[in-house]
């Protein structure tokens, strides 16, 4: 049986977001970022100031 391993581009986003909002995610949260899942509309929440729509980014490109 493998186990499942984080996804590297994501370890890499997660070690950028600051510490107040490391700190506030759930178990739950943390995994579904880091393996590949999607992502609750909780941790969209929290990532909202971080996040980029990438829709919004090709229409101004």
Do not use: F, G
Not at 3 to 29: G, S, W
Not at 40 to 46: C, R, T
């Amino acid at each position: 049986m493998s186990e499942k391993k984080p996804d590297p581009v994501r370890i890499a986003i997660v070690r950028m977001l600051p510490r107040h909002v490391k700190e506030q995610l759930t178990i739950e949260e943390m995994n579904s970022l880091l393996y590949d899942e999607v992502l609750p509309d909780s941790l969209m929440e929290k990532l909202k100031d971080y996040l980029v729509d990438v829709e919004d980014v090709q229409e101004k490109s």
